[in-house]
């Protein structure tokens, strides 16, 4: 089992729905939990971390933690082409609080 | 406010060779990690230094190796390239104490290939 997973993707939707990223982790006892957002040729760049169970807003941007159910995601609203990216979903792990990725979801938001 | 910066940005290499990249964390930044990411994937954490010593380790052979310097800047050495390790080799720097300890600050990358 990886210890951090994504949907792979592509996933595509219309500009101005609401784009869903899920990711799941391994280790339970995981604290932290960070999104990033990674254009083509580009490096990742932080857009959102959450800490406690339930939901944290961030302008069109809504992170989501269920411990209980090692589940993370992040909802983005009113998607735009501009949004157009790969997301990271990061966890930052128990053993020495290092920083482990997932796979990326590619997000195609279409005019 | 400089952020990561990364240096050199390409370069290519033929196998056996050994390779050095340099980064410069983030101004008050005290910790770097080192990431490979191949192409269509996450970043892959490769070790981590703080007070000139490495912290943490993934799951990479000795042939890469690191240092940390009293700047806090850093170098990944890898030696005896393989063609297995072309990648982009992302270097990200943080706090080690504080609220925010975890979020990185990632530089443009060192895009490896080796031939």
């Known amino acids: 089992q990886k210890e951090v997973e994504q949907n792979s993707g592509p996933l595509s939707v219309p500009e101005g729905a609401i784009a869903s990223l899920n990711c799941t982790y391994s280790d339970r006892g995981s604290q932290s939990f960070f999104w990033y957002r990674q254009y083509s040729g580009k490096s990742p760049e932080l857009i959102m971390f959450?800490?406690?169970?339930g939901d944290k807003e961030d302008g069109r941007f809504t992170a989501q933690l269920n411990k209980a159910s090692q589940y993370v995601s992040l909802l983005i609203r009113d998607s735009q082409p501009s949004d157009s990216a790969t997301y990271l979903c990061?966890?930052?792990?128990?053993?020495?609080?290092?920083?482990?990725f997932g796979q990326g979801t590619e997000l195609s938001v279409k005019p | 406010d400089a952020g990561v910066t990364q240096s050199p940005t390409h370069l290519i290499k033929t196998r056996g060779q050994q390779v050095t990249l340099r980064c410069s964390p983030k101004?008050?930044?005290?910790?770097v990690s080192w990431y490979q990411q191949a192409l269509g994937q996450g970043p892959q954490f490769i070790f981590q230094y703080y007070e000139e010593e490495e912290r943490q380790r993934g799951n990479f052979p000795d042939r890469f190796s690191g240092h940390q310097f009293p700047n806090y800047s850093s170098e990944l050495n890898v030696n005896a390239l393989l063609l297995g390790d072309s990648a982009l080799y992302l270097c990200a720097s943080s706090l080690a104490e504080g609220p925010n300890t975890g979020e990185l600050f990632f530089g443009e990358g060192s895009r490896l290939t080796v031939l």
């Open positions: 990061a966890v930052k792990t128990t053993r020495g609080g290092k920083l482990i």
């Open positions: 101004s008050g930044h005290d910790t």
């Open positions: 959450i800490y406690s169970n």
